[in-house]
Every structure is written in C-alpha cells, then in structure tokens.
C-alpha cells in the first residue's frame, strides 16, 4: 500500500501536476474560489521573500509586480464571494499547495545571491505554469458561476502574463 | 459672419489648414488592447483608457514606454510616421499595434 502511494505520488511530481492531481472529484465554487484565492497568496509569500533577499532589481521590480497583481486580483475575489454569498471552503487542492509552496520557500530561504534570484525566478515560471494548467483544464470548466468563471479567466491571462514576465526575467539572469 | 468664421474662411482660401490632430482611446479591459490595430497620423494623440485594476504599460521593445496605473488613462502623442508593435511589459501576452501615417 505505502509502495503504491508513493509510485503514485511520484508519477504526480514528475507531471508537475502534484498538488492538483489529489483533487479527484470536480471543484464546488466554494473549493475553486479558496484554491484560486491560495495559489494568489502563495506567490505573494513568494515574492515577499525575494523582496528581502534579492539584491538584483529585475528580480525586486518583478517581485513587486506579482505582490501588486496577485493582491489585486484576490481583492477582486474576496469582493465576489462577498458579493455571492459563498463561503471560499478549504480543500485537499489548497492543502497541498500551500505544503508544496512552503517547502519551497524553505529551499528558496537557504540560497543567497545569484542561487537565489535563480532558483526564485526558476520556480516562479514553473509555478505560473503549473497554475494555468490548473486553470485551464480543472478550475476554469469546473466553475460554476458565471462571475466566478470570468474572474477566473482574467486570472488565466494574468497569470499567463506572469509566466511569460518571469521567462523573460529568467532569460535577463543568464 | 462671426470672427471665427472669418478666420476659417481666410485659412482655406490662402490653403493652409493643418490637418486636424485627433485624440485616439485605445480602451483596456481584461487584459485586452481594443481596437488591437490602430491607424493613425503623425501629431495625433493616444489615449490608453485602463479600465482594469491592474496598472499595465504600452512598451516598445527599444524605444518609447507609456505607463498605465490602474482605472487611470494615459497618452502619448504620436511624433513621427512609423508602425510599432507594442506590448505590456508587466503582461507580455497584452500586444497592440500603432499604424502612424505622415
Ligand atoms: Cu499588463
């Protein structure tokens, strides 16, 4: 059984997918509405962190980018559940998120310097990729809410934005 | 016949209107310059209308910048005939075109 789960969990990391796939069933609108909300404070956290530490301004400026529009688009969420009544519910998708960010910080928070600004930039283009995959095949078609959908959808070309930013500012480190 | 009138009727016989400068809003919403194309002439003006909460820019790769906080609008006036793509630095998947006419 233990051999099982972690063949299982070991094709999930190798799909890059791992914090999503735990999810079996299709997301209510209260569990979409808290992962989305999640995978935003996540990147906040994370952009925090490179805002401490990193000495290189691309690196600063576009951390501050993301802490601007991530805290700009959850304002957004939190004025829609509002807005519809729904409470934003905890589920396995946002557990395992956070879990899998907060090892990361952990990484990132060792590294000084260049490693740093690397592995921060590295993981932010894999990180938005992740996440719009998420988007894209789960969140988006799984909404039921029709408001909630086009926030969604604004949050895909936000987020896609960013990925293609953080490759950008990845390209500038080499 | 009023002053102005005159003062228009005086242009025109000796030939000499300028070609009238426009203001052209080019309106953000969702991550979407619309229209996407714009033609337009020298001297004109572009005004980006943001109607999003995100601040985004109208970059040109190696030359001008237009920065656009968010709700707010911003403009540039058009100095010579040239096409340019631009795009949003902060969101590069945000793409527009200037088609600037002499
Ligand atoms: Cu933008």
């Not at chain 1, 589920?91 to 060792?110: G, H, I, P, V």
């Not at chain 2, 030939?15 to 996407?36: N, R």
Request: with cysteine.
């Amino acid at each position: 059984m233990l051999i099982r789960h972690t063949a299982t969990l070991a094709a999930m990391l190798l799909l890059g997918t791992a914090p999503f796939a735990q999810a079996a069933d299709k997301p209510t609108d209260p569990q979409i509405a808290h992962i989305a909300y999640t995978a935003g404070v996540i990147d906040v956290e994370a952009a925090k962190l490179a805002i401490g530490k990193s000495k290189n301004k691309d690196v600063v400026d576009f951390a501050n980018d993301m802490v601007r529009d991530h805290e700009a688009v959850n304002l957004q969420a939190l004025d829609l559940v509002k807005k519809l009544k729904v409470t934003p519910e905890d589920n396995a998708t946002s557990q395992a998120l956070s879990k899998a960010a907060a090892d990361e910080r952990a990484k990132l928070a060792k590294l000084e310097g260049a490693a740093f600004d690397k592995a921060y930039v590295d993981n932010e283009v894999a990180y938005h990729k992740q996440v719009n995959g998420a988007l894209e095949t789960l969140l988006i078609p799984s909404a039921s809410n029709a408001e909630l959908k086009s926030l969604l959808e604004t949050g895909l070309k936000i987020f896609q934005g960013h990925e293609q930013h953080a490759e950008h500012v990845a390209g500038m480190l080499k | 016949m009023s002053k102005r009138h005159l003062w228009i009727a005086l242009t025109l016989a000796i030939g000499i209107v300028p070609a009238q400068a426009e203001t052209i809003q080019v309106t953000i919403d969702k991550l979407v310059f619309s229209p996407a194309s714009v033609e337009a002439k020298a001297g004109d003006t572009i005004e980006w209308v943001n109607k999003d909460v995100f601040a985004h820019t109208a970059t040109v790769k190696g030359g001008w910048e237009v920065m656009i906080p968010p709700k707010k609008s911003a403009s540039l006036t058009l100095q010579k005939a040239e096409t340019v793509d631009y795009f949003c630095r902060f969101h590069p998947n945000m793409k527009g075109r200037l088609v600037v006419a002499p």
